[in-house]
């Protein structure tokens, strides 16, 4: 399985048209780039990608806040665009609608994070597109949906984050809501949309006919969410703020070490009994309160303090080292330079340089591999994020047929 080349590609011959910007239409696009779609991102003749001119940037020399060289790229359109084709069109132009219409004919899928009405605007929304090609696959990603009193807010993760609860239960107890470390929201809907178009396009072979998939960014976040029973925590006596405890086990947390901290957490009794006895605290198994999970959950600060005591004189290689020979659940807390040096990770393959498509020997900031494994498919990124509009002559040429001189026309015209 170490070997990328083995193996088809698990979307060859699927085509997607790409309209999406920022992360959660990206997302989903670069996975299933992937997966070995055919993505062609569609950009706006004069704008273009905004990642594509944010900090931070990367380019020939080096990283920077501020650009340095015309060549200079933002490093999230290089993690985002990777494995995809770049062109750009006009689609508020008629001779540039034309022609995405053209391109929707030959397309099995067309993803957009437009705001809702934008794309009725346009002439370019669902029904209109499936009057072209009935097997269209539409998949819309919006903040809180096409439907319902919110649809029209303007959203971005922290926004969601907040409008769902997420920040209402991340932080300490007694202290700030807080967001979570990445954009959660934009990351969960991307990957909800990726499996939404793969469900369809599995449909579709049934059925013959394509479909319209409307992901809510609030929607993905909250089915994640609402695993955790928050209706009932009042009644409970809980905070809704648990900090890096679980209200269904005891102890769950992060403790001291003597140069840094350690996650430990519980789940089975047969963890807590090598956990005591690692510890040196058997006594605590003639306690009935202690060895009762009811009674952990209720007195959490009681049990971190029996925990904290042991792992305050222990280095933390030494803690995962003991806990780990007894197969109790615990990890390092690592920043990014310990999961550069991580030997799992690299073992795993999930860790990429980035390369600049127009310096490719460049050694770039790391990126993420696509996190699935097949024993007989290829899942990769075949080529580095395009230069924008890299791809106007072989999709205005090659797969439309326009002349030279017709692309130049258009390119003139800022049609395309």
């Known amino acids: 399985m170490d070997d990328i080349s083995r193996g088809e590609k698990v979307l060859a011959g699927v085509r997607v048209l790409d309209l999406t910007r920022f992360l959660s239409g990206p997302t989903a696009t670069l996975f299933l780039a ?12 004069v704008t273009g990608d905004p990642t594509a001119d944010a900090p931070p940037f990367f380019g020939p020399d080096g990283v920077s806040l501020g650009r340095r060289t015309e060549d200079d790229l933002g490093i999230a359109y290089l993690k985002r665009s990777r494995g995809k084709k770049a062109i750009t069109l006009n689609l508020k132009a008629e001779r540039g609608k034309e022609l995405f ?102 449909q579709r072979e049934r059925t013959g006919r394509g479909q319209w998939i409307d992901v809510s960014m609030a929607d993905c976040l909250l089915a994640l969410i609402l695993d955790e029973p928050l209706d009932c925590f009042e009644g409970l006596g809980l ?25 430990i957490g519980i789940g089975l009794r047969p963890d807590l009994v090598q956990l005591l006895e690692e510890m040196g605290r058997q006594d605590l198994f003639e306690s009935e309160d202690f060895m009762n999970t009811s009674w952990r959950i209720g007195n959490n600060a009681k049990v971190d303090e029996v925990v904290r005591a042991w792992t305050q004189g222990l280095t933390t290689q030494e803690i995962i080292d003991r806990l780990n020979a007894r197969s109790v659940p615990c990890s390092p807390i690592r920043d990014i330079h310990d999961i550069l040096a991580w030997p799992h990770m690299q073992a795993r393959n999930m860790l990429l340089r980035l390369q600049h498509p127009a310096f490719p020997d460049l050694k770039g900031p790391v990126a993420a591999a696509f996190p699935l494994k097949f024993s007989d498919a290829r899942t990769h990124y075949e080529t580095p994020a395009p230069i924008p509009r890299a791809h106007n002559n072989e999709v205005y040429g090659a797969m439309l047929g326009l002349s030279d001189a017709e692309i ?9």
Do not use: H, W
């Open 101 to 202: 219409f053209e391109l929707v004919k030959t397309a099995d899928v067309v993803v957009e994070n437009f705001r809702v009405g934008v794309t009725e605007r346009l002439g370019i929304d669902y029904p209109s597109l499936s009057r072209i090609n009935p097997r269209l696959i539409y998949c819309s990603i919006t903040g809180y949906g096409s439907t319902g009193p919110d649809r029209s807010l303007k959203a971005f993760d922290l926004m969601v984050q907040a409008a769902t609860g997420l920040m209402s239960i991340t932080g300490e107890p007694q202290g700030a809501a807080s967001k979570a470390g990445s954009p959660i929201s934009d990351s969960v809907a991307g990957t909800f949309a990726m499996s939404g178009v793969l469900s369809a396009l599995y």
């Open 408 to 416: 130049a026309n258009l390119t003139a015209k800022g049609v395309i």
């Open 239 to 263: 905070p809704y703020r648990q900090g890096n405890r679980m209200t269904r086990v005891s102890p769950f947390n992060t403790y001291p070490a003597k140069d840094g901290v350690v996650a």
């Open 34 to 45: 992937a997966l070995g779609a055919e993505v062609i991102r569609i950009d706006d003749p």
